[in-house]
């Protein structure tokens, strides 16, 4: 999604949740501390197919994954549902972290292979100084304006973010594993309508197929 039709969407966010687009912004100039461990959008291209698996952290993710056999599509984790996948057994092909999933299993498939997109913003700066120095090679994304090496592909929480970032790269039919808007309360509970709402706006506007996968 381009960034002048994302700011409409951004608006309304930084509203809903009293973010401070300042924070956000300084939290995306601290990404760039770490230019030298970028990942290349063509590494990515590489990775992203037409048929991609994205993983949701809701409840019912293990048993979805248990027995399962196991998956010859793209496989793209939202930060916590790396844990269950690594659990699992299955290396994420990418994870989509804002650093506030279980860092060790988010680390350890990173040293497995899975490459890492992380997010900046102004309530996770502490964890970016914390962790960033620890990955080996991550791509950088900001929901505020994108500059440089640090990209905005549209997107609120990790798991609808992963769906733009993959019909980005060229995904055309995506499956949705763990993702179950309802199970939540309070502030976590409003981020996951925003994930509903803006999944489906990416479906709609880019004519994809996604599946809910229950
Ligand atoms: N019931 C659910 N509970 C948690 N996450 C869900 C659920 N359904 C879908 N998801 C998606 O899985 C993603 C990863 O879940 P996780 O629990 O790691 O969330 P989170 O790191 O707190 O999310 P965020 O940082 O985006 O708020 C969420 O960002 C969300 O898009
Ligand atoms: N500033 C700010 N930005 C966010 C936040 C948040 O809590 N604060 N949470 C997100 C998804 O969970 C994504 N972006
Ligand atoms: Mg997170």
Redesign the pocket.
């Known amino acids: 999604m381009k960034y002048s039709e994302w700011r409409k969407i951004y608006k309304k966010i930084l509203d809903d ?1 009293s ?2 687009k300042k ?2 912004e300084r ?1 995306a100039r601290i990404l760039t501390d770490y230019r030298d461990q970028s990942v290349s959008l063509k590494d990515i291209r590489e990775i992203v197919n037409d048929e991609v698996i994205i993983l949701g952290n809701a409840s019912i993710l293990k048993k979805q994954l248990t027995n399962r056999v196991r998956f010859n599509k793209t496989v793209i984790a939202a930060d916590g549902a790396t844990e269950v996948a690594i659990n699992e057994g299955i290396v994420p092909d990418l994870v989509v972290t ?1 650093l ?1 999933g279980d860092m060790t299993s988010i680390l350890k498939a990173h040293e497995r292979g899975s490459v890492l997109v992380v ?1 900046a ?4 700066i502490d964890k970016i100084k914390k962790w960033c120095p620890k990955i080996d090679k991550f791509l950088s994304t900001t ?1 505020a304006k994108p500059f440089n090496a640090v990209y905005n592909f549209g997107g ?3 798991g609808d973010r992963a769906v733009f970032l993959a019909v980005e790269f060229g995904a055309r039919d995506i499956s949705l594993y763990g993702f179950d808007y309802k199970d939540a309360k309070d ?1 976590k509970y409003k ?1 996951l309508q925003w994930a509903k709402k803006l999944i489906e706006k990416c479906r709609d506007k880019n004519d994809v197929n996604i599946h809910h996968i229950h």
């Open positions: 949740f973010i401070e924070q956000d939290a804002d506030d997010h913003h102004g309530d996770n929901q609120f929480t990790d502030r981020k």
